[in-house]
Nanobody, 125 residues
């Protein structure tokens, strides 16, 4: 069974830093784009950072210069380094994979739009 497991959330003061990790488990063969999203109470889920299989990263303006996404393809893991955190960064952060290949009954199978369980990030003022 393929799963995404996040870790690294917590409580931090404004201006502080956190690093989130998300590891894909299961008989993974390859992973396409990996991303981080967040959802604050009463708000829609929004994209925070995206990294392609060849390590090209994209960020929305509200995190540019503060957040950095990276991935370790050998470990099927994606990271989100968050610096200069603000109270408005408070949210549940979710890891996402848009498409991956994995072994199922000795054959390659596809899985699309896989989500982690989420990790809470709280930034105090």
């Amino acid at each position: 069974q393929v799963q995404l497991v996040e870790s690294g959330g917590g409580l931090v003061q404004a201006g502080g830093s956190l690093r989130l990790s998300c590891a894909a488990s299961g008989s993974i063969f390859s992973i396409n784009a990996m991303g981080w999203y967040r959802q604050a109470p009463g708000k829609q889920r929004e994209l925070v950072a995206l990294v392609t299989g060849d390590h090209k990263a994209n960020y929305p303006d509200f995190v540019k210069g503060r957040f950095t996404i990276s991935r370790d393809n050998a470990r099927h893991t994606v990271y989100l380094h968050m610096n200069s955190l603000k109270p408005e960064d408070t949210a549940v952060y979710y890891c996402n994979v848009d498409h991956l290949l994995y072994y199922k009954n000795d054959r390659l199978d596809h899985k699309y739009d896989v989500w982690g369980q989420g990790t809470q990030v709280t930034v105090s003022s």
